[in-house]
């Protein structure tokens, strides 16, 4: 029997998971049950990180072990140093995270030394590493020293990416980020590091994929997308006039709406709560005017609301981080999300491998060369 499917797949139950509900409860997220808002505003992503691969919330000992553990896992092999060199200052730093992941997966390999959760780990505590090792180089020929002392992801990041240590706010505002971006059930990332893994795949080709499918605009890219148009407008009453222009000719405006939430998307108020602060406490507010004018026009005009990339595109910029590296973080963040995914399918596998309504031509007779 045929049937018609949804395009996108939308709507579709593709599978079981006990990591993470969207909109179940109107437009709320949760992890593991516990809700985002509350992970975001009394937690770490550290916290969050454990609780999507370990299936629990730390203990204070836990936790304390884990930061220590994640610390220890911020340098680079050589090797792997080597390879981010020869990568051009051209180049995008999502395909450079791309394929840092494959190239360490040549070099420390996943088997009895490197289990799943080791790689896990090891991926998201030297993700910044390898960004900002490349970054440096590439840019001054610079060789920094990626192994901080810093508590956090996110304060290594932003160390790293700075050459100091940020101030506490600065670290918190983007550790609530990696919190809100940490996981999202069954959306584009996460299902095709599943599908990879559900061939019995190695973990690092999983997340390599995944990464591969964050890239585009469509899914994480938007949160650059969302910085290049509101930096592109002066005023709110530019912005106004201009977002008119836009939606009159049909254009998508990244960092609004989205495939589940149909009214709001949760993480949305926490990120511009942060926005709002940074701008307050960098003392310039136009971004953030520019962006709520945004907001509003786009609801007035086509009910469509903000997503989490709309306003961690102006948080971002007031942690003065370049915009091409807005997606970066997300993939660190999300590096939890899908190891848990990863682990979960592996935990129950089978092979996904959906079936296709045929669009093309009847069977039909082979024509030699000469007859086509
Ligand atoms: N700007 C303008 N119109 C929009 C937007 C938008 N951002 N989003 C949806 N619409 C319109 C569509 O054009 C469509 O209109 P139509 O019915 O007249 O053709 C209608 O709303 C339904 O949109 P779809 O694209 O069918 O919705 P879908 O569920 O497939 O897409 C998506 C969801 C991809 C997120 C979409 O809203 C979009 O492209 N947004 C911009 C990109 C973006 O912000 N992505 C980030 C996603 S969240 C994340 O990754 C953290």
Redesign the pocket.
Known sequence: MTTTKPS?L?GIVAGETAICTVGHEGNSLNYRGYSVSDLAEHGTFEETAYLLIYGKLPTKTELKQYQDQLKALRGLPQNLKAMLEQIPASAHPMDVLRTGCSALGTLETEGSEHSQINIANRLMACFASMLFYWYHFSKSGRRIETQTEDASIASHFLHLLHGSVPEPIFASALDASLVLYAE?EF?ASTFTARVVASTLSDFYSAITAAIGALRG????G?NEA?MELIESFHSADQAESGLLDL?AKK?????????VYKTSDPRSQVIKNWSRKLSEKNKNMSLFEISERIESIMWRE?K?FP???FYSASAYHHLNIPTNMFTPIFVIARTSGWAAHIIEQRANNKLIRPGADYTGPAPRDWLPLDKR
């Open positions: 996108g939308a999202h959306n605009p469509l899914h994480g938007a969302a939606l254009q998508l405006i990244m960092g609004f709406g989205h495939r086509k469509l997503n989490l990339d």
